[in-house]
Protein backbone atom coordinates (compact mmCIF):
# COMPACT_ATOMS: atom_id res chain seq x y z
CA UNK A 1 0.00 0.00 0.00
CA UNK A 2 1.19 3.52 -0.85
CA UNK A 3 2.38 5.65 2.24
CA UNK A 4 2.56 9.25 2.70
CA UNK A 5 6.27 8.99 3.01
CA UNK A 6 6.12 7.22 -0.80
CA UNK A 7 3.68 10.07 -1.92
CA UNK A 8 6.19 12.71 -0.53
CA UNK A 9 9.28 11.19 -2.35
CA UNK A 10 7.65 11.19 -5.47
CA UNK A 11 6.77 14.77 -5.49
CA UNK A 12 10.01 15.59 -4.62
CA UNK A 13 11.33 13.66 -7.26
CA UNK A 14 9.32 15.43 -9.50
CA UNK A 15 10.30 18.94 -8.72
CA UNK A 16 14.35 17.90 -8.90
CA UNK A 17 13.14 16.74 -12.15
CA UNK A 18 11.27 19.61 -13.54
CA UNK A 19 8.56 17.61 -13.80
CA UNK A 20 6.31 19.76 -11.54
CA UNK A 21 6.41 23.57 -11.65
CA UNK A 22 6.02 26.51 -9.56
CA UNK A 23 2.63 26.99 -8.49
CA UNK A 24 1.33 23.70 -9.65
CA UNK A 25 -2.00 22.24 -8.25
CA UNK A 26 -1.91 19.38 -6.41
CA UNK A 27 -5.28 17.93 -5.75
CA UNK A 28 -6.22 15.52 -3.06
CA UNK A 29 -8.72 13.76 -4.92
CA UNK A 30 -6.57 13.24 -7.77
CA UNK A 31 -3.65 12.44 -6.06
CA UNK A 32 -5.39 9.39 -4.21
CA UNK A 33 -6.82 8.28 -7.94
CA UNK A 34 -2.82 8.22 -9.03
CA UNK A 35 -1.35 6.62 -6.18
CA UNK A 36 -4.59 4.67 -5.41
CA UNK A 37 -4.58 5.30 -1.69
CA UNK A 38 -7.38 7.47 0.47
CA UNK A 39 -7.61 11.06 0.52
CA UNK A 40 -6.05 10.86 4.32
CA UNK A 41 -2.64 9.74 3.10
CA UNK A 42 -2.42 12.10 0.35
CA UNK A 43 -3.13 15.12 3.19
CA UNK A 44 -0.52 13.54 5.37
CA UNK A 45 2.17 13.64 2.50
CA UNK A 46 1.21 17.34 1.63
CA UNK A 47 1.31 18.25 5.25
CA UNK A 48 4.36 16.79 5.53
CA UNK A 49 5.98 18.56 2.19
CA UNK A 50 4.47 22.25 3.47
CA UNK A 51 6.73 21.76 6.62
CA UNK A 52 9.46 21.03 4.63
CA UNK A 53 9.14 24.48 2.25
CA UNK A 54 8.10 22.45 -0.72
CA UNK A 55 4.17 23.12 -1.18
CA UNK A 56 1.85 25.60 0.49
CA UNK A 57 -1.95 25.53 1.00
CA UNK A 58 -4.15 28.45 0.47
CA UNK A 59 -8.35 28.05 1.23
CA UNK A 60 -9.15 29.32 -2.44
CA UNK A 61 -6.31 26.99 -4.16
CA UNK A 62 -5.62 24.29 -2.13
CA UNK A 63 -2.18 22.32 -2.03
CA UNK A 64 -0.43 23.93 -4.66
CA UNK A 65 4.03 23.85 -5.54
CA UNK A 66 5.71 27.01 -3.61
CA UNK A 67 6.65 29.82 -5.62
CA UNK A 68 9.73 31.40 -3.74
CA UNK A 69 9.62 35.28 -4.23
CA UNK A 70 13.04 36.51 -4.82
CA UNK A 71 14.31 37.47 -0.82
CA UNK A 72 13.35 33.59 -0.87
CA UNK A 73 15.90 32.59 -3.47
CA UNK A 74 18.37 34.51 -1.74
CA UNK A 75 18.01 32.86 1.26
CA UNK A 76 17.84 29.42 0.06
CA UNK A 77 20.97 30.08 -2.00
CA UNK A 78 22.77 31.18 1.53
CA UNK A 79 21.37 28.04 3.12
CA UNK A 80 23.17 25.88 0.71
CA UNK A 81 26.19 27.25 1.21
CA UNK A 82 26.34 27.19 4.51
CA UNK A 83 25.74 23.72 4.81
CA UNK A 84 27.64 22.58 2.02
CA UNK A 85 30.82 24.66 2.95
CA UNK A 86 30.28 23.68 6.43
CA UNK A 87 30.32 20.24 5.84
CA UNK A 88 33.45 20.02 3.61
CA UNK A 89 34.91 22.44 6.01
CA UNK A 90 35.08 19.84 8.97
CA UNK A 91 36.69 17.20 7.14
CA UNK A 92 39.68 15.43 7.56
CA UNK A 93 39.62 12.94 4.95
CA UNK A 94 37.43 11.17 2.25
CA UNK A 95 37.68 7.47 2.04
CA UNK A 96 37.81 5.49 -1.18
CA UNK A 97 34.60 3.92 -0.81
CA UNK A 98 33.07 7.45 -0.97
CA UNK A 99 35.25 8.42 -3.49
CA UNK A 100 34.31 5.44 -5.71
CA UNK A 101 30.31 6.45 -5.14
CA UNK A 102 30.76 10.02 -6.32
CA UNK A 103 32.21 8.80 -9.48
CA UNK A 104 29.29 6.71 -10.23
CA UNK A 105 27.18 9.20 -9.56
CA UNK A 106 29.21 11.54 -12.10
CA UNK A 107 29.32 8.43 -14.68
CA UNK A 108 25.37 8.83 -14.44
CA UNK A 109 25.22 12.63 -14.92
CA UNK A 110 27.51 12.06 -18.23
CA UNK A 111 25.16 9.76 -19.42
CA UNK A 112 22.25 11.67 -18.84
CA UNK A 113 23.75 14.93 -20.40
CA UNK A 114 24.38 12.55 -23.59
CA UNK A 115 20.88 11.07 -23.68
CA UNK A 116 17.53 13.02 -24.25
CA UNK A 117 15.74 12.46 -20.81
CA UNK A 118 16.00 16.57 -19.65
CA UNK A 119 13.90 15.04 -16.45
CA UNK A 120 16.61 12.47 -15.50
CA UNK A 121 19.59 15.30 -16.26
CA UNK A 122 18.34 18.37 -13.83
CA UNK A 123 17.24 15.15 -11.43
CA UNK A 124 20.97 13.88 -11.09
CA UNK A 125 22.33 16.96 -11.17
CA UNK A 126 20.84 18.05 -8.13
CA UNK A 127 20.97 15.12 -6.43
CA UNK A 128 24.86 15.16 -6.54
CA UNK A 129 25.07 17.56 -3.41
CA UNK A 130 22.13 15.34 -1.92
CA UNK A 131 24.73 12.46 -2.92
CA UNK A 132 27.65 14.35 -1.60
CA UNK A 133 26.49 14.46 2.33
CA UNK A 134 25.45 10.72 2.31
CA UNK A 135 29.28 9.81 1.30
CA UNK A 136 30.64 12.14 3.99
CA UNK A 137 28.10 9.53 6.27
CA UNK A 138 25.37 12.77 7.44
CA UNK A 139 22.43 11.40 6.36
CA UNK A 140 20.39 14.09 8.94
CA UNK A 141 22.02 17.10 6.32
CA UNK A 142 21.65 14.90 3.06
CA UNK A 143 17.79 15.03 3.84
CA UNK A 144 18.21 18.99 4.73
CA UNK A 145 19.94 18.95 0.88
CA UNK A 146 17.45 17.11 -0.61
CA UNK A 147 14.91 19.78 0.20
CA UNK A 148 16.99 22.94 -0.53
CA UNK A 149 18.19 21.37 -3.38
CA UNK A 150 14.19 20.55 -4.83
CA UNK A 151 13.48 24.51 -3.77
CA UNK A 152 16.29 25.82 -5.87
CA UNK A 153 15.52 23.71 -8.42
CA UNK A 154 11.83 24.99 -8.42
CA UNK A 155 14.01 29.06 -8.26
CA UNK A 156 16.03 28.05 -11.46
CA UNK A 157 12.79 27.12 -13.59
CA UNK A 158 11.08 30.30 -11.89
CA UNK A 159 13.58 32.71 -12.35
CA UNK A 160 14.55 31.36 -15.78
CA UNK A 161 18.12 30.01 -15.43
CA UNK A 162 20.84 30.64 -17.97
CA UNK A 163 23.14 28.14 -16.09
CA UNK A 164 24.74 25.11 -18.30
CA UNK A 165 24.07 21.93 -17.33
CA UNK A 166 27.31 20.43 -19.11
CA UNK A 167 29.15 23.21 -16.68
CA UNK A 168 27.38 22.00 -13.81
CA UNK A 169 28.80 18.55 -13.99
CA UNK A 170 32.12 19.57 -14.93
CA UNK A 171 32.07 21.59 -11.66
CA UNK A 172 30.91 18.50 -10.22
CA UNK A 173 33.78 16.62 -11.39
CA UNK A 174 36.36 18.76 -10.63
CA UNK A 175 35.15 18.46 -6.92
CA UNK A 176 35.39 14.84 -6.77
CA UNK A 177 38.84 15.51 -8.27
CA UNK A 178 39.84 17.62 -5.10
CA UNK A 179 38.09 15.36 -2.55
CA UNK A 180 39.85 12.42 -4.24
CA UNK A 181 43.37 14.17 -4.39
CA UNK A 182 43.10 14.68 -0.29
CA UNK A 183 42.49 19.18 -1.06
CA UNK A 184 39.77 19.70 1.02
CA UNK A 185 40.21 23.28 0.96
CA UNK A 186 39.81 23.27 -2.86
CA UNK A 187 36.86 21.16 -2.88
CA UNK A 188 35.45 23.89 -0.56
CA UNK A 189 36.91 26.87 -3.07
CA UNK A 190 34.93 24.96 -6.01
CA UNK A 191 31.81 24.26 -4.25
CA UNK A 192 31.12 27.94 -3.42
CA UNK A 193 32.12 29.15 -6.64
CA UNK A 194 29.55 26.51 -8.17
CA UNK A 195 27.10 27.49 -6.24
CA UNK A 196 27.46 31.32 -6.60
CA UNK A 197 27.58 30.57 -10.65
CA UNK A 198 24.37 28.86 -10.37
CA UNK A 199 22.85 31.90 -8.43
CA UNK A 200 24.40 34.33 -10.61
CA UNK A 201 22.83 32.51 -13.83
CA UNK A 202 19.42 33.43 -12.29
CA UNK A 203 17.63 36.09 -13.72
CA UNK A 204 16.91 37.97 -10.21
CA UNK A 205 16.41 41.73 -9.95
CA UNK A 206 19.40 43.34 -7.99
CA UNK A 207 17.92 44.45 -4.30
CA UNK A 208 15.99 48.03 -4.89
CA UNK A 209 13.67 50.25 -2.23
CA UNK A 210 10.48 48.74 -1.74
CA UNK A 211 8.95 52.56 -1.99
CA UNK A 212 10.52 53.72 -4.80
CA UNK A 213 7.77 53.29 -6.89
CA UNK A 214 5.08 54.34 -4.37
CA UNK A 215 7.76 57.44 -3.63
CA UNK A 216 7.97 58.47 -7.11
CA UNK A 217 4.01 58.70 -7.93
CA UNK A 218 3.59 60.61 -4.73
CA UNK A 219 6.16 63.27 -5.36
CA UNK A 220 4.93 66.67 -5.44
CA UNK A 221 3.30 67.84 -8.88
CA UNK A 222 5.13 71.10 -10.18
CA UNK A 223 2.44 73.27 -10.79
CA UNK A 224 4.53 75.81 -12.93
CA UNK A 225 6.85 75.30 -15.45
CA UNK A 226 9.50 78.18 -16.11
CA UNK A 227 9.74 80.14 -19.11
CA UNK A 228 12.10 80.06 -21.66
CA UNK A 229 13.62 83.42 -21.35
CA UNK A 230 14.00 83.72 -24.98
CA UNK A 231 9.91 83.14 -25.30
CA UNK A 232 9.81 86.91 -22.81
CA UNK A 233 11.04 89.82 -25.34
CA UNK A 234 13.75 91.86 -23.05
CA UNK A 235 12.15 95.85 -21.90
CA UNK A 236 12.70 98.02 -24.75
CA UNK A 237 14.17 95.30 -27.30
CA UNK A 238 12.50 94.21 -30.25
CA UNK A 239 11.42 90.71 -30.49
CA UNK A 240 13.81 88.86 -32.82
CA UNK A 241 12.39 87.55 -35.78
CA UNK A 242 11.72 83.69 -36.33
CA UNK A 243 13.97 82.04 -38.52
CA UNK A 244 12.97 81.04 -41.88
CA UNK A 245 12.32 77.36 -41.81
CA UNK A 246 14.21 74.97 -43.63
CA UNK A 247 12.86 73.06 -46.30
CA UNK A 248 12.24 69.71 -45.86
CA UNK A 249 13.57 67.39 -48.49
CA UNK A 250 11.19 64.66 -49.86
CA UNK A 251 12.21 61.48 -49.34
CA UNK A 252 13.72 59.72 -51.61
CA UNK A 253 14.95 56.12 -52.02
CA UNK A 254 17.61 56.37 -49.80
CA UNK A 255 17.12 54.93 -46.64
CA UNK A 256 19.84 57.39 -44.91
CA UNK A 257 18.64 60.43 -46.57
CA UNK A 258 15.17 59.73 -45.84
CA UNK A 259 15.99 59.22 -41.77
CA UNK A 260 18.77 62.35 -42.09
CA UNK A 261 15.96 64.60 -43.06
CA UNK A 262 13.52 63.64 -40.41
CA UNK A 263 16.16 64.11 -37.75
Same mark, same amino acid.
Given at each position: ????????????????????????????????? =??????????????? &????????????????????????? @????? %?? @???? &?? &?? *???????????????? *????? +?? $?? !?? /????????????????????????? =????????????????????? /???? !???????????? $???????? @? %???????????????????? $????? !??????????? +??????? !??????????????????????????????????
Amino acid at each position: MTSATDISNRIIEAVMAQKLAPGSRLGEQQLAM =LFDCSRTIVREALTR &LSTRGIVTVSARRGWYVIEPSEDEA @REAFE %AR @RVIE &LG &LL *HQLKSVDKAAVRQLKN *HLQRE +KA $AL !AG /SDVGARSFLLGDFHVCLAECLGNSL =LADTLRDFTARTTLIAMLYQS /SHDA !AQSCADHVRIVE $ALEAGDIA @R %AEALMSEHIGTVQDALRLQA $AHDPL !AELRDALAPVR +KSAAVPE !AAVPAKGRAPRKAAAKKPVPPPSDDASTYLGALL
